[in-house]
């Protein structure tokens, strides 16, 4: 049995021994070994279909076909140099940004990393892509006009800025180094101080970023806190337990946050996590938290989690309903990492099967023409609406579907959305 690692993530590491290269990467043995790690640690196991492994021809047709229909939408492989640049050294491929396709069939940058060169020329949320290499740009040629995630795919794009303006650019696709936390500010809006921060990626390297900002917001003696989540997919439970600490580490310590509980082949690995103690916990008693589809994991740890210790407001749209947590499990016959679904986690009251997700408080669209912290943008602005206690807001509703995110396949990476 593999032993678990140190480093918790909802994706949790659950390593296995592998102190050498492997030399072994016959497509028989790897699928056997996903066939049997499946009728081991899955949380379905017993809905598993009865199969012969070795007739798929890759491992991920393998993994498709082991999904639980009813539940699962997140089980995966992934190479291992592509997990080992994410998670431990919070680095991806490409030019950094996300995009989304508007309501116009508009397709524009939902976010963007600060540590980009796209950045560094000026490229922000809101902004939209014409075209791609001379190709006008759609939403269903986007992805293959930008290419690969390699390193140095160079492309000349022509946007248009938030002002109205054409902006050409040529970028090369790098190594982005993952902010974690992409934007935040103390808005001061009707005399109350609003802490917000607009949270990416629940992966390592947050922590010291997060600590940084909960700090200013501590020194800046803050009335609200708004959590923007609507992108974050999730990620580590350590950066989770970090977060509830500042939010409610000083009255709250100690006490139940979630529970993990895995199938009945590994009642051994059931376990709970307890918030822990901070002393310079914010003195708040709501946190606002904005989120969207794509809002998932750790993030609805967060928000399910905090709900029993504090009022808590959703604003956004429904979140991906992602209740269940994975082991990434680093195969011993080939360079490639698994994710089954392991385990379903609950509060402290026993919330959670969300499979539906979490319903919001206030529903609204995203917004993608304005950039975050723009007080005119319809999640902030609602959001802030909340904080303020505007009760007139719960019946704002402008959800369409229409404003949805463009991704790469997310079969086999669903957390690195980045292009």
């Known amino acids: 049995m593999r032993h678990l690692s140190a480093l918790l993530l909802l994706l949790v590491i659950f390593s296995c021994k592998k102190d050498e290269e492997n030399t072994n990467s016959n497509p028989n043995s790897v699928n056997e070994e996903i066939y049997s790690l499946f009728n081991d640690i899955y949380l379905w196991y017993d809905q598993l279909p009865q199969l012969d492994p070795n007739v798929y021809s890759s491992p991920y047709e393998l993994v498709d076909a082991l999904r639980y229909e009813q539940f699962d939408r997140w089980s995966f492989l992934l190479p291992r140099e592509e997990f080992q640049q994410y998670f431990v050294s919070g680095e991806s491929v490409g030019h950094g940004f996300v995009l989304s396709r508007d309501e116009s069939d508009n397709v524009r940058v939902a976010l963007i990393y600060p540590s980009t060169n796209a950045y560094a020329k000026g490229v922000r949320r809101g902004w939209i892509l014409n075209q791609v290499n001379g190709t006008e740009v759609t939403p269903q040629n986007v992805v293959g006009l930008l290419g690969s995630n390699e390193q140095g795919i160079n492309n000349d794009i022509v946007f248009t800025n938030n002002e109205g303006n054409q902006v050409e650019l040529n970028l090369v696709k790098q190594v982005v180094e993952i902010n974690p936390v992409v934007y935040s500010e103390v808005l001061t809006v009707e005399n109350v101080k609003i802490g917000y921060f607009v949270f990416q990626d629940f992966i390592g390297t947050a922590i ?109 749209t429904p979140t991906e309903g992602k209740s269940v947590g994975m082991y990434s499990i680093l195969l011993e016959t080939d360079d490639l990492v698994a994710f089954p679904v392991s385990f379903r986690y609950t509060n402290s009251e026993g919330d959670g099967d969300f499979y539906e997700g979490l319903q919001p408080d206030v529903l609204i669209n995203d917004d993608v023409t304005h950039d975050f912290g723009d007080l005119n943008e319809d999640m902030l602005n609602a959001a802030v609406d909340a904080v303020l206690g505007d009760v007139a807001v719960t019946k704002k509703s402008t959800y369409a579907e229409k404003n949805r995110l463009i991704e790469p396949n997310r079969r086999i990476s669903d957390f690195m959305r980045a292009f």
């Open 208 to 316: 010291p970023e997060m600590d940084s900002i909960f700090n200013v917001f501590k020194q800046e003696n803050i009335n609200g806190l708004i959590i923007d989540l609507r992108y974050n997919g999730g990620g580590s439970v350590d950066v989770a337990l970090e977060m509830a600490g500042w939010l409610t580490g000083n009255e709250d310590a100690g006490k139940n946050l979630v529970n993990f509980r895995h199938n009945d082949k590994h009642k051994e690995l059931d376990t709970s996590y307890s918030v822990p103690f901070n002393s310079q916990a914010l003195d708040i008693n709501q946190v606002v938290f904005i989120g969207t589809d794509r809002t998932a994991s750790a993030s609805e740890l967060m928000i399910n989690g905090m709900d029993p210790f504090m009022e808590v407001e959703l604003v956004g």
